[in-house]
Nanobody, 116 residues
């Protein structure tokens, strides 16, 4: 069955870094555009980064530009989110998402907390 499994979240002080990973299985990973979303308490889910099927095109939310980097390794069925210069407002549950022409797939999420 389809699975997206995120890892790498945790507690980090402001200015710190984390690297999230999402391992995919059960579908043809290289055919899917991959996204990272996040949802903070009381807020709507927002997309923070997107990468095209072979990584040639990436886009970011304005709030994370210059601090976050999305990448993928199609040989490992894995997408990454490198997060630097983290701020308290980056605190959220981060979700991996795969989208194509059909219904999207979602991971279970990983908590990122930025606090001193």
């Amino acid at each position: 069955q389809v699975q997206l499994v995120e890892s790498g979240g945790g507690l980090v002080p402001p200015g710190g870094s984390l690297r999230l990973s999402c391992v995919a299985s059960g579908f043809s990973f290289r055919n899917y555009r991959m996204n990272w979303y996040r949802q903070a308490p009381g807020k709507e889910r927002e997309r923070v980064a997107r990468i095209s099927q072979f990584g040639s095109t990436v886009t970011y939310a304005e709030s994370v530009k210059g601090r976050f980097t999305i990448s993928r390794d199609n040989a490992k069925n894995t997408v990454y989110l490198q997060m630097n210069s983290l701020k308290p407002e980056d605190t959220a549950v981060y979700y991996c998402n795969a989208d194509s022409l059909g219904p999207p797939y979602w991971g279970q999420g990983t908590q990122v907390t930025v606090s001193s």
